[in-house]
């Protein structure tokens, strides 16, 4: 059993390595502590709310103390600049972007999601149901707003990657930590996700491999040619591999 201090003491060091790794990790932060909050009923801890303080307090220096000029600065630049087009918020390129995937990479946790709901309706926790409702939608508005301008795909993909632990963190919580539902489940559980996760990488890598083999085809044919540089049109070669 780990006693107080040296929970106290992990959590601290959890704390700034957060806080030294990304901004984004105070939305992790401040989650887990809510949900743990409303999972616990602590509401008269005090040591909590010191908690959620000092993160309040380091993650604001944070924003003071980071040059405009650099990569983080740029975002924080970014969500002040959103804020102020709010009148064109469902114009975003981030909020289309979003909406585009729903019925295919973000279908997975509006399933999730709703299961997720549909769990505390029926088991009337209406604390728990509220929170991660509210959570999920600032957390979307958020990153709406930092994003606002859009991204590649791929960049847009890593802003959005931490939905799957606002959606999936109470499910992983109340279904498989639950001590009524059986270890078959939950094996059965961890084994599909693992599966898709392990198919999806395979099939986003085959992509990208496929597009190195197309520029290498396209590296091998320049070299034939005299000369440093060459025109090529764009119906002679596959946009597709080109562009992913």
């Known amino acids: 059993v780990i006693r107080e201090g040296s929970r106290l003491a992990i959590g601290f ?4 390595l957060c806080y030294f790794s990304h901004p984004v990790t105070f ?7 809510g949900y743990y909050l409303a999972d616990k009923k602590k509401w008269k801890d005090y040591r909590i709310y010191s908690i959620l303080v000092f993160i309040v307090l380091i993650y604001l220096v944070n924003i003071v103390i980071t040059p405009p000029d ?12 959103s804020i102020k087009n709010l009148r ?26 709703l299961i997720v709901i549909i769990y505390y309706v029926k088991r009337k926790m209406l604390i728990k149901l509220g ?11 958020i990153t709406f707003l930092t994003y606002y301008q859009g991204d590649s795909s791929m960049a847009m993909e890593k802003n959005f990657m931490p939905l799957s632990l606002f959606v999936c963190l109470p499910f992983v919580k109340e279904f498989l930590f639950d001590v009524n539902q059986g270890k078959i489940l939950k094996h059965f559980f961890v084994i599909i996700v693992l599966g898709i996760s ?8 085959s992509i990208y491999r496929s597009r190195l083999a197309y520029l290498g085809q396209m590296m091998d ?6 000369g440093q540089k060459f025109l090529i ?9 080109i562009i992913v």
């Not at 909406?99 to 399933?111: E, K, R, S």
């Not at 929170?131 to 508005?141: C, G, H, K, P």
């Not at 044919?221 to 005299?226: A, G, V, W």
């Open 13 to 16: 060091i959890i704390i700034l």
């Open 27 to 33: 939305l992790f932060l401040f989650f887990i502590i």
């Open 70 to 81: 650099s990569y983080e600065g740029q975002y924080f630049a970014d969500f002040s600049e």
């Open 88 to 113: 064109n918020f469902f114009t975003f390129q981030s909020l289309r972007f979003f909406f585009h995937y729903t019925d295919g990479l973000y279908f997975p946790h509006l399933i999730i999601g």
């Open 131 to 141: 929170y991660y409702i509210i959570a999920i939608l600032a957390f979307l508005f």
């Open 198 to 205: 392990l198919f999806n990488i395979y099939n986003e890598s």
């Open 221 to 226: 044919y320049s070299e034939k040619l005299t």
């Open 233 to 241: 049109g764009k119906k002679d070669i596959d946009m597709d591999r």
